[in-house]
């Protein structure tokens, strides 16, 4: 087993784990020096792409971007979203489980749902594949408006069992996405393996956000989202000083001409 993916094991019940999206090198570098798992997620889509659902990301657009991420990586576990129609069938969620990891070297690859593609996870982990589970909403399979999880018995019931039948199988954590705080907290203790919350409250092992949400980058107001920062007023004080330094001639200086 990856030491990496041990690590977050170990984690169960004595630490949280910080796991943080990133899209380009750049990000990638900060977020390595305090994740414990970068995930390049397939919210890249509408974060950098502004499409309204993230079956329009492709395998072509999560590898890209999860090769420059992995320039700026030395010790998080990096895990790449498996877009999208890209994991129908064993053998199509073999083919490009293993492009992704060949291709961007990345730890292990994430797959939304259980009780539809349990046989498939089943054979990626048979196939030595790393897989991440994630449960409760669905972005992938959503159409329409985003609503909670784990309102109703019957929700409950099913989320616990799937989130049982997914340890068995072989995952190391799972993402319980707006699953609500008691569901979360029930899963959690019931599984020996690490959760990942997102909109699910501070009961799970670890937390998840994207990255560009929490830095305030995004126009959003997701009940889950904190912006801890707002990086866009630095960046327009940053962008009104180089403009006002070209238009008075103060930029560039001897200093930055050959």
């Known amino acids: ?43 890249l889509g509408s974060v950098l792409y ?43 969620a073999y083919k490009n489980a293993k492009k992704i990891i060949i291709e961007t070297k990345c730890d ?48 409950k019931k099913k989320l616990l069992n799937e989130s049982k039948i997914l340890e068995r199988l072989g995952v190391f954590a799972i993402v319980l996405e707006c699953i609500r705080s008691d569901v979360a907290k029930l899963i959690t203790n019931s599984i020996s393996i690490p959760t990942i919350g997102i909109g699910s409250s501070v009961n799970c092992d670890g937390q998840v956000l994207v990255t560009d949400d929490l830095l305030g980058l995004n126009k959003t107001n997701i009940k889950f989202v904190k912006k801890f920062i707002n990086l866009k007023k630095n960046i327009n004080q940053g962008v009104i000083k180089f403009k006002r330094e070209v238009l008075t001639k103060k930029f560039p200086s001897k200093k930055y001409s050959y």
């Open 1 to 43: 087993m990856n030491k990496k993916i041990k690590n977050i094991l170990s984690k169960k019940n004595k630490s949280k784990i910080i796991c943080l999206t990133a899209y380009s090198k750049n990000f990638a570098e900060e977020i390595d020096k305090h994740a414990d798992i970068a995930l390049v997620g397939d919210s």
């Open 50 to 92: 502004d499409y309204n659902t993230t079956r329009k990301v492709t395998l072509s657009n999560m590898i890209e971007h999860s090769k420059s991420v992995r320039k700026g990586i030395k010790k998080s576990l990096m895990v790449v979203d498996m877009p999208y129609q890209t994991y129908r069938n064993k053998n199509e």
């Open 108 to 155: 292990a690859v994430k797959l939304e749902g259980c009780n539809k593609i349990k046989n498939i996870i089943a054979y990626l982990i048979k196939k030595k594949i790393p897989v991440m589970g994630h449960l409760g909403l669905l972005p992938q399979s959503v159409k329409g408006k985003f609503v909670s999880k784990g309102k109703t018995e019957r929700e």
